[in-house]
Each structure stands twice: as C-alpha cells, then as structure tokens.
C-alpha cells in the first residue's frame, strides 16, 4: 500500500514532469508555431518520451493551448504585482507600464505565442487567444481603471481618456520594438542592445511622469521612485525579430 509522503512524492514528480514539458513546450511552439513544431522534440527537450507526453497531453493541440494558457498566467501574475506597487494610483499606473516594456524584451517566448496567435485572430482564423482574453485579459482593465478613476479623483493624473493614455504609453512599448530592426539599420546601432534598452525604458518612464501627471514636479518624483524600485531584468534572445544581440 503506498503511504501518504509516497503519493505525495509521486504527485510532486508528476507536477515537475509536467512543468518541463510545458516549458518545452512553450519555447517549440514560440520558434517554430503551432504548424512547425514537433512533440518528438518537445518530448527530447523535456527529457521524456512521447507516449508519456501525451499521457498528460492528450495531443499537439492540447499541449499548444496549455502551454499558451500556463506562460500567460505566469505574465498576469506578474502584471497584478505591478497594479499593486506604488503608493499612489499614478505610481502604480507607470509600475504597469514599465513591466509592459520589460515583458517585451525579457519574456520573448510569450511574445512570440502572442504575435502569432493575433495574426491568427486578424485573420479571422480558430485561434486559443480568444478564450484567454475573455478568461484572462480582461479581468484585468478594471483595477487599471479603477487606479485611472481614483488618480483623476485626487487630482493627480491629468483628465484624459484612459484608453488614449495607454495607446500612448503601451503603445510607444510596442512600436520601439517592433521598429528595432529599421532603426537598426537607420543609426547603425542596434536598439536591442542592453545599454540602448536601459536608456529606452529609462526615457519611457521619465516621459510618462512628465505627461500624465497635473504636477510635473511630482510625475518626476514618481518616475524616479518606480526606475530604483524595479532592476532592469535580463533580456531575452531577438533572433526572431532580425536584430543580432552583441
């Protein structure tokens, strides 16, 4: 009869076999897509064979949308700690945004999931970002609301739509790395590289002090207090975005 710490052992060993195929998972699935990659290499990275992969997967399509759903949850956590650091709705607004910019350039398998499964989504095709936006994304817009409405009621952020803040400040993220391999080839400097992303995000958030706060003396306080609270973390590989790391 097994005894209790046995089972729990066994247990354990089940939830880490599982982790290491989900984490192979997530990097097959990032570089190569849902068409491209192979479960056989999944399986090889994971350092398991493919009937057991498949004893906790029940097939490719199984193992995509748990490997998708299991990095997405790992980057909302991370987002929920950022809505709550801060001493102000304002400085918690600009922790939000300065963790957008650095899940870009560090997280780049959960970018990669993203862009592909948007294209999917643009392209009027089945895709596995629709449920996770439902079940995920979008209980997450009402704190940030909720911090834009108290941040307005104090007088604290200046009185404009929530919305066109973050195009401006979420977007500005997106298209600086987006537009990293032109820029690349423009200054003949490549704008991935970590001392040109520590001074991006740097003037990132020091522009978002000055912009969306009443008291500028104040949004340059708060910038200071959210770039000393918050180490630039390590960057993730950009092959797939046709900039070279040095």
């Excluded at 089940?14 to 097959?28: H, M």
């Amino acid at each position: 009869m097994p005894t209790p710490a046995t089972t729990r052992t066994q247990a354990e060993r089940a939830d880490q076999t599982r982790t290491r195929i989900l984490e192979a998972a997530v990097r097959e699935f990032s570089e190569n897509g849902l068409a491209g990659a192979r479960t056989e290499q999944i399986a090889e990275a994971a350092g398991v064979n493919k009937a057991l992969l498949y004893y906790y997967f029940a097939g490719k399509d199984a193992l995509y949308e748990a490997a998708l759903e299991d990095v997405t949850q790992k980057v909302v956590e991370s987002t929920k700690d950022a809505l709550t650091r801060g001493r102000t709705a304002g400085e918690k607004i600009v922790h939000y945004v300065l963790n957008h910019f650095d899940r870009i350039h560090s997280q780049r398998p959960f970018q990669n999931l993203m862009q592909q499964e948007m294209m999917r989504l643009n392209q009027g095709e089945e895709n596995a970002l629709t449920p996770i936006i439902e079940k995920v994304f979008k209980p997450m817009m009402t704190p940030l609301h909720e911090l834009f409405a108290e941040g307005k009621r104090t007088g604290e952020l200046i009185p404009a739509d929530d919305q066109q803040i973050m195009y401006a400040a979420i977007g500005a993220n997106v298209f600086y790395f987006l537009s990293a391999p032109v820029m690349a080839i423009m200054m003949k400097s490549n704008p991935l590289e970590r001392k040109a992303l520590a001074f991006r995000r740097k003037a990132a958030v020091e522009y978002l002090g000055l912009a969306i706060f009443t008291d500028r003396k104040h949004g340059a306080a708060v910038a200071a207090r959210v770039l000393a609270a918050s180490p630039m973390p390590p960057s993730g590989e950009f092959k797939r975005i046709g900039v070279k790391k040095k």
